[in-house]
């Protein structure tokens, strides 16, 4: 996590990337994780029935 959060610094200064889009990427890394969990936690209590 660290490192992403170290990639996105160097992003920052690029002219071509907009703050915003940057926080758009994180939200964007959020929701996939999320989904994952969201999907791991349905099959977790699908197994455990």
Do not use: C, N, R, S
């Not at 994780?33 to 936690?41: D, P």
């Amino acid at each position: 996590l660290h490192d992403f959060v170290a990639g996105t610094e160097f992003l920052h200064w690029l002219p071509d990337f907009d703050p915003v889009i940057i926080a758009g990427f994180q939200l964007h890394h959020l929701y996939i994780g999320a989904l994952i969990m969201l999907v791991g936690l349905v099959l977790a209590t699908k197994y455990d029935e």
